[in-house]
T-cell receptor, first 123, second 110 residues
Framework: QLQLQESGPGLVRPSETLSLTCAVS??????????WNWIRQPPGKGLEWLGS???????YYNPSLKSRGDISLDTSKNQFFLNLKSVTAADTAIYYC???????????????WGQGILATVSS | QSVLTQPPSASGPPGQRVSISCSGG????????VHWYQHLPGTAPKLLIY???QRSSGVPDRFTGSKSGTSASLAISGLQSEDEADYYC???????????FGSGTKVTVL
């Protein structure tokens, strides 16, 4: 059974970089046909897709991040990462990593999720 | 980035049927399959319906998804107390090359 687990600092200072890791077990980030995603939920708000990475390294980002986001893979460790630069209080949220299959040629939804990690931006 | 429009709330007594709408446009729902998620506080969202009307493994047939044109809907029949949660629709939007989520609907069992 595929499992995803987020890790990273719970507290980040304003203007610094939030760095999160998603460790994948029970499957490989190099498997063809899957996008690996970051999604967040600010307190009291809805879900927001941040971006994704394909096993080839191709990335897609939510335009609202305005080039602050960077998603990468470490195939040797079977992990993928989110770096979010110049954070503000508005970036305080629960951050989730999730898998999105595209085996049919269409995106099939986020079928496996990590438990989520709360990242707070505060001085 | 566009946000798909959902009603903020829906409710009904146990056993009743409730329906949640998700309204989009021609480059999101109009082109791509719609997925539905159930989100309980303190847990990760769960994929309920994928590709418009396919139930994920283990999801009871009380949950039904449909899509027509640029709108989609999720119906919950035989409402149960455990169905109290937030529900989100989501779709890949080709115009921004990314996913967009609906605004979310809180379902309350009266």
């Amino acid at each position: 059974q595929l499992q995803l687990q987020e890790s990273g600092p719970g507290l980040v200072r304003p203007s610094e970089t939030l760095s999160l890791t998603c460790a994948v077990s029970g499957g490989s980030v190099t498997s063809n046909g899957f996008y690996w995603n970051w999604i967040r939920q600010p307190p009291g708000k809805g879900l927001e897709w941040l971006g994704s990475i394909f096993h080839t390294g191709t990335t897609y980002y939510n335009p609202s991040l305005k080039s602050r986001g960077d998603i990468s893979l470490d195939t040797s460790k079977n992990q993928f990462f989110l770096n979010l630069k110049s954070v503000t209080a508005a970036d305080t949220a629960i951050y989730y990593c999730a898998r999105d299959p595209i085996l049919t040629g269409f995106h099939e939804g986020f079928d496996f999720w990590g438990q989520g990690i709360l990242a707070t931006v505060s001085s | 980035q566009s946000v798909l429009t959902q009603p903020p709330s829906a409710s009904g007594p146990p056993g009743q049927r409730v329906s949640i709408s998700c309204s989009g446009g021609r480059f999101d729902i109009g082109l791509s399959p719609v997925h539905w998620y159930q989100h309980l506080p303190g847990t990760a969202p769960k994929l309920l319906i994928y590709s418009n009307n396919q139930r994920s493994s283990g999801v009871p047939d009380r949950f039904t998804g449909s899509k027509s044109g640029t709108s989609a809907s999720l119906a919950i029949s035989g409402l149960q107390s455990e169905d109290e949660a937030d529900y989100y629709c989501a779709v890949w939007d080709d115009s921004v090359t990314g996913y967009v989520f609906g605004s979310g609907t809180k379902v309350t069992v009266l």
